[in-house]
């Protein structure tokens, strides 16, 4: 359903999406974004993905707003304040 809402390509099996944003100095960001990619890493992970310019990016944060306008069509009177 969360995919009607979104422009990214998202994994056909994924039941869940781990959004996580770094912040500092911009000399620092590409390491810390690969360090937090390495540790999030394990045996059930679908996709991982850093994004690589500000289309990018909105696009992922897009995503992450998905649920409100698909869970209305599920449940009209239902509020998700994000």
């Known amino acids: 359903m969360i995919r009607q809402y979104s422009t990214c390509a998202l994994p056909e099996h994924a039941g869940a999406m781990l959004m996580i944003e770094v912040d500092g ?3 620092g960001l590409d390491t810390a974004a690969e360090k937090v990619a390495a540790s999030a890493k394990n045996e059930g992970l679908l996709d991982i993905r850093l ?7 909105k696009a992922l944060w897009q995503t992450r707003k998905a649920p409100s306008p698909a ?12």
């Open 25 to 27: 100095q911009k000399e």
């Open 71 to 82: 869970l209305r069509k599920v449940a009209p009177k239902k509020s998700m304040k994000m």
């Open 51 to 57: 994004a690589q310019s500000n289309p990018e990016a």
